[in-house]
């Protein structure tokens, strides 16, 4: 039976990712931490109360009240995400602790104070400065300074009155709307986007069907399938971690579907020997972290449907030779 408490914080949840979704934020369900652990059931979960809890992750956030009162009737203390870019109409300055705050000072020294706009506090302590997204598209971009993040086009945040794995909540600092980027902001992650390169490659871009994204988003799932195929032994289950993390992320922002890539996984990694129980755990533990960290394709892409045709045979052939 859920506690007062417990029943308290389904209700204020409910009606708080309702609000949000009525505001026009798109809106989307995510796990909750649960004890010391998250309430997706993994003991080394790596996004404790971060990641989201439908299949399809990003690609499923919503305004749709109804759907999301089906979520909460569901999963009640699920925490809240709300998708960043231009889907929502919003731009987000991540300011992490420890080295966060030092970064966002000396930069305001050289350039003037943040403007006046929404801003909350995170569950750890730090800060989310949320601003009016501008008309250019602005990816995700990590470290853009030293503990300073940018979640724009193809990402989303945690926000009131999620819970954080330390206990804390997220809050609300400003309930204002949102300001017009600065300029120095905006040249700041202009600048980067070309000098400081990502972890994924670049800036985000939304998924479109039957056009490049779709060809990337194949091309990414065999080669991670190719390159698991050949792990040698003493490799393969790092290397099923991180083809999951990779591809999870592809997941995240609506590239490809969850349950199809972790089937693919799971049917390469027996075939190379991988046990059952250490298959299910690697995968589902490596698409919950990938899916906290949304990827889209990079402008320039690198690895067309052609390169991805080249592997094809490889990976089929696993099929083939298990049947």
């Given at each position: 039976?859920?506690?007062?408490?417990?029943?308290?914080?389904?209700?204020?949840?409910?009606?708080?990712?309702?609000?949000?979704?009525?505001?026009?934020?798109?809106?989307?369900?995510?796990?909750?931490?649960?004890?010391?652990?998250?309430?997706?059931?993994?003991?080394?979960?790596?996004?404790?109360?971060?990641?989201?809890?439908?299949?399809?992750?990003?690609?499923?956030?919503?305004t749709d009240v109804d759907q999301v009162r089906a979520w909460?009737?569901?999963?009640?203390?699920?925490?809240?995400?709300?998708?960043?870019?231009?889907?929502?109409?919003?731009?987000?300055?991540?300011?992490?602790?420890?080295?966060?705050?030092?970064?966002?000072?000396?930069?305001?020294?050289?350039?003037?104070?943040?403007?006046?706009?929404?801003?909350?506090?995170?569950?750890?302590?730090?800060?989310?400065?949320?601003?009016?997204?501008?008309?250019?598209?602005?990816?995700?971009?990590?470290?853009?300074?030293?503990?300073?993040?940018?979640?724009?086009?193809?990402?989303?945040?945690?926000?009131?009155?999620?819970?954080?794995?330390?206990?804390?909540?997220?809050?609300?600092?400003?309930?204002?709307?949102?300001?017009?980027?600065?300029?120095?902001?905006?040249s700041l992650l202009d600048r980067t986007r070309h000098q400081?390169?990502?972890?994924?490659?670049?800036?985000?871009?939304?998924?479109?069907?039957?056009?490049?994204?779709?060809?990337?988003?194949?091309?990414?799932?065999?080669?991670?399938?190719?390159?698991?195929?050949?792990?040698?032994?003493g490799t393969r289950n790092a290397t099923l971690n991180r083809?999951?993390?990779?591809?999870?992320?592809?997941?995240?922002?609506?590239?490809?579907?969850?349950?199809?890539?972790?089937?693919?996984?799971?049917?390469?990694?027996?075939?190379?020997?991988?046990?059952?129980?250490?298959?299910?755990?690697?995968?589902?533990?490596?698409?919950?972290?990938?899916?906290?960290?949304?990827?889209?394709?990079?402008?320039?892409?690198?690895?067309?449907?052609?390169?991805?045709?080249?592997?094809?045979?490889?990976?089929?052939?696993?099929?083939?030779?298990?049947?």
């Amino acid at each position: 039976m859920a506690s007062r408490s417990d029943s308290a914080d389904a209700r204020r949840l409910l009606e708080v990712a309702v609000r949000y979704a009525d505001h026009g934020w798109p809106v989307l369900p995510l796990h909750a931490p649960v004890g010391r652990g998250c309430s997706c059931s993994l003991a080394d979960c790596g996004s404790v109360g971060k990641h989201p809890r439908t299949r399809r992750g990003l690609h499923e956030a919503t305004t749709d009240v109804d759907q999301v009162r089906a979520w909460w009737n569901r999963w009640p203390l699920a925490n809240i995400g709300v998708a960043t870019g231009a889907a929502s109409g919003l731009l987000v300055v991540d300011v992490d602790l420890p080295h966060g705050p030092a970064s966002l000072a000396r930069v305001e020294a050289e350039h003037g104070q943040l403007p006046p706009t929404c801003e909350q506090r995170t569950g750890s302590g730090g800060r989310q400065v949320l601003f009016a997204h501008p008309e250019a598209e602005v990816g995700n971009r990590a470290a853009v300074l030293p503990g300073i993040d940018v979640r724009g086009d193809g990402g989303y945040v945690v926000v009131p009155p999620s819970q954080h794995a330390s206990g804390g909540r997220y809050e609300w600092v400003e309930r204002i709307a949102p300001a017009e980027p600065p300029d120095w902001l905006v040249s700041l992650l202009d600048r980067t986007r070309h000098q400081t390169p990502q972890r994924d490659g670049g800036p985000l871009l939304p998924w479109q069907p039957g056009s490049r994204h779709e060809h990337y988003a194949a091309a990414a799932l065999r080669r991670e399938l190719a390159g698991l195929a050949v792990a040698v032994e003493g490799t393969r289950n790092a290397t099923l971690n991180r083809a999951a993390f990779s591809l999870g992320q592809l997941v995240a922002a609506g590239l490809l579907d969850h349950d199809h890539v972790a089937s693919e996984l799971e049917r390469v990694a027996e075939h190379i020997g991988l046990g059952a129980t250490e298959i299910r755990r690697t995968v589902a533990s490596g698409l919950a972290a990938g899916l906290n960290q949304p990827r889209g394709i990079p402008d320039s892409v690198v690895a067309p449907a052609e390169q991805a045709a080249d592997m094809g045979p490889l990976v089929r052939g696993i099929g083939a030779r298990r049947r």
